[in-house]
T-cell receptor, first 111, second 115 residues
Framework: GIQVEQSPPDLILQEGANSTLRCNFS?????LQWFHQNPWGQLINLFY???GTKQNGRLSATTVATERYSLLYISSSQTTDSGVYFC?????????????FGKGTKLSVKP | GAGVSQTPSNKVTEKGKYVELRCDPI?????LYWYRQSLGQGPEFLIY????????DSGLPNDRFFAVRPEGSVSTLKIQRTERGDSAVYLC?????????????FGPGTRLTVL
């Protein structure tokens, strides 16, 4: 099946700093989602981004499908951004529906 | 509208017992998914439904695990003869359709602890 790798595994930032999280995937996909898992365990949808660039406030994401990677940008980080960020793609390129998750990037934003 | 809800939020049971975990998807979503998340890992797929039928149960770890969705809405994940290794957070998600092209929305999860 498809492999999803995220980097870095851990990231510590000072409040106000910017960061880039990366997601590589091993096969063509027709969907990619970024999630934020907050300290209470809730998975919050950030972006549905099979290709191109999207922005939502201080967050933006870019997926380059032909090169099989996606980037999540966090600008002017805040302590509430802390948590684990996951990217996920559909199994078998989308025909199966279930998502394959990376292991996540654990972000800690210090005040 | 309301999001995906799961009950209970926490379940503590003893080894060998039977447990049921419930998921209420977003109204109108035909696809429903169950995932399991162990500490420090990303969620891992268990089973998904399109309507009432289990379209893919290849992620269920063994025959102690079973899930139903009798009316195409609420789903119940059932675990028989629980083992300590079953301890994890069980997540449910729903999407408008199956096929991987729709956004999946996740519930808050049920934290299962098997003593």
């Amino acid at each position: 099946g498809i492999q999803v790798e995220q980097s870095p595994p851990d990231l510590i930032l000072q409040e106000g700093a910017n960061s880039t999280l990366r997601c590589n995937f091993s096969d063509s996909v027709n969907n990619l989602q970024w999630f934020h898992q907050n300290p209470w365990g809730q998975l919050i949808n950030l972006f549905y981004i099979p290709s191109g660039t999207k922005q939502n406030g201080r967050l933006s994401a870019t997926t380059v499908a032909t090169e099989r990677y996606s980037l999540l940008y966090i600008s002017s980080s805040q302590t509430t951004d802390s948590g684990v960020y996951f990217c996920a793609v559909p199994n078998y390129g989308g025909s199966q529906g279930n998502l394959i998750f990376g292991k996540g990037t654990k972000l800690s934003v210090k005040p | 509208g309301a999001g995906v809800s799961q009950t209970p939020s926490n379940k503590v049971t003893e080894k060998g017992k039977y447990v049921e975990l419930r998921c209420d998807p977003i109204s109108g979503h035909t696809a429903l998914y169950w995932y399991r998340q162990s500490l420090g890992q990303g969620p891992e797929f268990l089973i998904y439904f399109q309507g009432t039928g289990a379209a893919d149960d290849s992620g269920l770890p063994n025959d102690r695990f079973f899930a139903v969705r009798p009316e195409g809405s609420v789903s119940t994940l059932k675990i028989q003869r629980t083992e300590r290794g079953d301890s994890a957070v069980y997540l449910c998600a729903s999407s408008l359709r199956v096929g991987g092209t729709d956004t999946q929305y996740f519930g808050p999860g049920t934290r299962l602890t098997v003593l």
